[in-house]
């Protein structure tokens, strides 16, 4: 079964409290927490004080996904703070192994993804699969919430499915940006693990429902 990730950059963090309870309660899977550096990516989000701030009011699992140029850099905070999982964005790393023995030294609990961009092809990172527990398939440009699902990601979801598949790599497929009760279902049909939806959860009228119209 498919599983929702609400991505917390599009809650409303006036009354974020009541945010994470509503999608606790709705049925969410995991919690997506988008760090953004203002480097990276143009925007600046939220960091690891805030995350342990998180980690503190609920039991989600703390799905990290890393928008910053020298994600190593903050990784451990972010663990220590209480991530469950940290991605890391390949266009932002010049090792990629030596990036993830970084991270998996940093603490063996962890789950490791690693994100790609739209423009990034599946091809040039299939050699990394063995070694990570998720990649993450951008479906819109990083950096804000809102955006139009790019169609393109579905050939990247059925070619990394096939791959992982064939191989029987034990690597997760998280698709991120534009999900919505279309779209996510097509994600799923290409193979998708879990699906990280913001704004179609935290602007709908009932999270539950729209959390079971991607499932179903
Ligand atoms: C975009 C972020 C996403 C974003 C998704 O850079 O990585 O996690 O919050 O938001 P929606 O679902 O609104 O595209
Ligand atoms: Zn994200």
Known sequence: MIKIAPSM???????????????????????HIDIMDGHFVPAISFGSEILKQIS????????VH?????????????????????????????????????????SADIMIGMSIKPLTPVDEILEYLPYLDMILVMSVEPGKGGQKFNIEALDKIEQLRRYIDENSFECLIEVDGGINGETGKDCALAGADVLVSGTYLFRSENIE????????
């Open 9 to 31: 950059l599009s809650a409303n963090f006036a009354v974020l409290s009541e945010e994470l309870k509503s999608i606790e309660a709705a049925g969410a899977d995991l919690l």
């Open 66 to 106: 890393i928008m910053a140029t020298n994600p190593e850099h903050c990784a451990k905070l972010l663990i220590d703070a209480g991530a469950n999982n940290i991605t890391f964005h390949y266009e932002a790393t010049g090792d990629v192994i030596e990036t993830i023995n970084k991270l998996r030294e940093m």
């Open 209 to 216: 429902k729209s959390i079971e119209k991607i499932k179903n």
């Open 56 to 63: 503190n009011f609920t039991d989600l699992f703390l799905d």
